[in-house]
């Protein structure tokens, strides 16, 4: 057995559970780690947990990061939306949260290498390490580890990387464990919802105007939170075609619909931006993704003045969102990301 220890980070799902199997099938000393966080369900999840961690006899470690996920990821996200933009608190969360304050727990029980059950491969490129595209295309999470710089990816282990979900499923099975089908929920803690969410965070209904690009008020909304770029459902607007979300303006209170070519954007604006290892010189050119299931387009993107940037595509791009991620790839590497601005604003 390999002198090595390696934390994982688990769930009581079965990616988690996989990995942590495969880790042990590779001579590592493995222990696992559970965060606690707020969540609705987290007495069924520590449950779940431990009965995982008890038959893959795998010693568990619970990591109570309650205060530190309220106060860098649920309160940004509310922040972001309250604003009139859609944060992506999956991005943050894994920059600050489970490859931040978890990790530093694991480093200080000891750990070695760092493990979760991601589909996606950390690689190094000279000196520097990167996140690289997991053999499961449709599963593919690179998108999500875009913030991890190279000195939090140098010890970091994703068993699952050239795994695909077909394979994991049966091999659960083998090691005892029945999953049906299961997900991961894309947002943790919005199991109902985001009205569900906001009511429970007492924030209250804040009505204003629908209105269209020009100005003509169509409707009312209950508050900017309700919605996101490229939304139809919800708007109660009859009309021969269907009305979308093209614009939130949290400041005004408004909530601006337009048709569906209202929604497609050659250009966008971007700021934060961060490259996982060297800057490559600009005008840079490479491949785009917008949201996690977004399919990467080719783009060109630019310096717009002091800690501005802008992206322009080949082609234009349907339902652009403030707030979110635009990742940068080459091929399968993640060379750098930014979040996406508002246009005509400044960051």
Not at 101 to 108: D, H, I, P, R, S
Not at 140 to 153: E, G, I, K, T, W
Not at 184 to 209: E, K, N, T, W, Y
Not at 272 to 291: D, E, N
């Amino acid at each position: 057995m390999s002198l090595l220890k390696v934390g994982i980070a688990m769930s009581g799902g079965v990616d988690s559970t996989v990995a942590a199997s495969l880790l042990q099938e590779q001579g590592y000393q493995v222990q696992g780690f559970f965060m606690v966080l707020p969540l609705a369900n987290l007495a069924l999840q520590l449950q779940r947990v431990q009965e995982v961690a008890e038959q893959l006899s795998v010693p568990l470690h619970l990591i109570d990061l309650r205060q530190q996920f309220t106060d860098q990821v649920i309160r940004s996200f509310i922040e972001g939306y309250r604003s009139g933009q859609t944060p992506n608190p999956c991005i943050s969360c894994n920059h600050t949260i489970k490859f931040g304050a978890l990790a530093a727990a694991m480093l200080q029980k000891g750990m070695d290498r760092l493990a979760t059950g991601h589909y996606a491969c950390v690689r190094q490129v000279g000196e520097h390490y990167s996140v690289f595209r997991g053999a499961d295309r449709i599963k593919d999470q690179s998108y999500f580890l875009a913030r991890l710089s190279s000195p939090q990816l140098r010890n970091l282990v994703f068993p699952l990387g050239d795994w695909s979900k077909e394979q994991v499923y049966p091999r659960a099975k083998t090691l005892g464990f029945e999953f049906q089908g299961e997900e991961s929920q894309d947002v943790c803690f919005l199991p109902h919802g985001l009205p569900s969410f906001f009511v429970g965070q007492g924030i209250q209904d804040q009505a204003g105007p629908i209105v269209t690009r020009d100005g003509t008020v169509l409707g009312e909304h209950r508050g900017v939170w309700n919605y996101t770029i490229g939304q139809r459902r919800g708007l109660g607007l009859p009309d021969a075609t269907p009305w979308y979300v093209v614009g939130i303006e949290g400041n005004a209170n408004r909530v601006i619909v337009g048709k569906n070519e209202d929604l497609l954007q050659s250009t966008c604006p971007l700021h934060s931006l961060q490259w996982a290892a060297t800057s490559p010189p600009l005008p840079w050119r490479g491949l785009v993704q917008l949201r996690s299931r977004h399919a990467p387009a080719t783009g060109q993107l630019h310096s717009a003045g002091p800690g501005c940037w802008q992206l322009t595509f080949d082609s234009p791009q349907r339902a652009i969102t403030p707030g979110q991620f635009a990742v940068l790839y080459e091929g399968d590497q993640v060379l750098g990301s930014a979040v996406i601005g508002v246009p005509g604003s400044t960051p």
